[in-house]
């Protein structure tokens, strides 16, 4: 369970207001992108512009990362410097250092020529390295891309990166200098630079009127999520209410960032706008499943309890919708149950509440209740150093199905599986348990201390004899 501080008392804590004082004007980098906004009901990774969107052979950090639109207007006042900018820490014409995800040359690009496990999923900046974590930065996400012998970092997504400075109370281009730019004498909107965790299946509320007071015209919010609402756009695995209002509450089904972006116009026709990302952290393991298959396809996800090799479907070796939900049986592998909030949200919140407690594992999602909806099997307390195996069975419908399996350990993304271009190929054969085409996908051990999981180390399951590609087959049904 998340505990969470008042959105006041963070916002009190999180957003810096103030013109900085400085000397270097504008001459701060910054990424020449849209810093990951979206419009709502539109999946996506975070938005912005990706690495491969940036000349890679350019080893120019000013070019890489332009500076900010010169202001053309009149200084009204002298307090804006920034009087001690945090260098950009760029390593021009040098190679990155591997593993760190960060972009060392400044060439756009973050771990180019750097190996790694096809599916790991590591966080990533795509700015000057000497900016991460200054500001509204944060880091967005990248996942390695499989390409025979070596496997390589794809794009970096998500997050927030450098932007031009704006007057929001807020360390745009994260120089550690909010509003340096000469039009901040006056500010009047403060947006946050952290916003509290969120829960899974929770409502999550946001008051515009945090961050600005004065008289409004119109409000509009939208929310951009992870990766299976890329898949799944334009349907959305979260709902809005009061899009068009002060007040946003959204309600997420899934793990990850959400990047939420509100625009405000003032009463005298000004517009502002404020970007900032939402962490939901579901704890434990979180195994997430989606597709780009609906209609009456149902695809289903299979987790393995550790310690045993038995054949799939197997009671109570396997979790899956006959023994993990709510309403149907009982995977017990002899773990304890755990607090209500963590599934009482869930499309099976009614019964789970009449038990009182939430199973551990379990199933929150069965997508054949509504199809295209993402699935998810939960072990909140897992077993340290234990290893679990996912697997997804093609159940019923017809035509090739393009599954997606993201594995989270701790609140954070570990691993995607299926994600383009790395897709599924020959999932094609539905049959139930019996003869329904298995992909097995991966094997998580977990890391576990005092009650609470920090991680984990994924390993892709490839079909036998094989170092790379999916094991897809009908036959055999063993582990």
Not at 142 to 150: N, P, Y
Not at 333 to 362: D, Q
Request: a negative charge; charged letters at 15%.
């Amino acid at each position: 369970m998340v505990v969470r501080l008042s959105l006041p008392l963070v916002l009190a804590l999180a957003v810096a207001v103030g013109c900085g004082p400085s000397t270097t004007g504008l001459g701060d980098d910054v990424a020449d992108d849209d810093g990951g906004g979206g419009d709502s009901g539109n999946g996506g990774d975070g938005g912005g512009e990706d690495a491969s969107d940036v000349d890679a052979d350019n080893t120019d950090a000013t070019t890489a990362y332009p500076d900010a639109m010169p202001f053309d207007g009149t200084p009204t006042c002298n307090d804006w410097q920034c009087a001690n900018p945090i260098p950009d820490g760029c390593m021009v014409g040098t190679s990155d250092i591997c593993g760190d995800g960060l972009d060392n040359n400044c060439n756009g690009e973050v771990d180019e020529g750097c190996t790694c496990t096809a599916g790991a999923v590591q966080p990533c900046f795509l700015g000057p390295p000497g900016h991460r974590g200054q500001g509204a930065c944060v880091d967005g996400s990248q996942t390695c891309i499989e390409a025979g012998e070596f496997d390589f970092w794809g794009p970096c997504v998500g997050g927030i990166r450098p932007q031009p400075e704006t007057c929001d109370s807020v360390d745009n281009d994260c120089n550690g200098c909010a509003d340096d730019n000469p039009a901040c004498c006056v500010v009047e909107l403060a947006c946050p630079t952290s916003m509290p965790e969120g829960d899974p299946f929770q409502p999550y509320v946001i008051d515009g009127t945090m961050f600005y007071s004065g008289a409004v015209q119109s409000w509009s919010w939208t929310v951009t999520g992870g990766p299976c609402d890329q898949l799944l756009a334009p349907n959305v695995s979260f709902t809005l209410q009061g899009q068009n209002t002060s007040q946003l509450t959204f309600r997420p089904t899934l793990s990850g960032d959400y990047t939420i972006t509100v625009t405000i116009v003032a009463a005298d026709g000004t517009v502002y706008t404020c970007t900032f990302i939402v962490h939901i952290r579901g704890p434990g393991l979180r195994i997430e499943m989606c597709s780009d298959r609906t209609g009456n396809t149902d695809i289903d996800l299979h987790l393995h309890r550790p310690d045993s090799t038995a054949n799939w479907f197997t009671t109570p070796d396997t979790c899956y919708y006959a023994n993990c939900k709510a309403g149907g049986g009982s995977a017990n592998w002899g773990y304890a149950n755990t607090p209500l909030i963590n599934c009482s949200g869930g499309p099976e919140g009614a019964l789970w509440t009449l038990l009182g407690y939430c199973r551990n594992p379990r199933l929150d999602v069965d997508s054949i209740f509504d199809l295209g909806v993402p699935e998810n099997i939960n072990v909140d307390v897992p077993q340290n150093g234990k290893t679990y195996r996912v697997m997804v069975n093609y159940y019923s419908g017809t035509g090739v199905a393009r599954p997606m399996i993201n594995i989270y350990c701790g609140g954070r993304l570990r691993a995607t599986y299926g994600q383009a271009p790395d897709l599924v190929d020959g999932f094609d054969q539905s049959g139930g348990n019996s003869s329904g085409d298995l992909w097995r996908v991966a094997d998580v051990t977990t890391t576990v201390v005092g009650g609470v999981t920090t991680d984990c180390a994924v390993a892709p399951i490839h079909p036998p004899g094989m170092s790379s590609g999916y094991w897809v087959a009908t036959t055999p049904r063993t582990y």
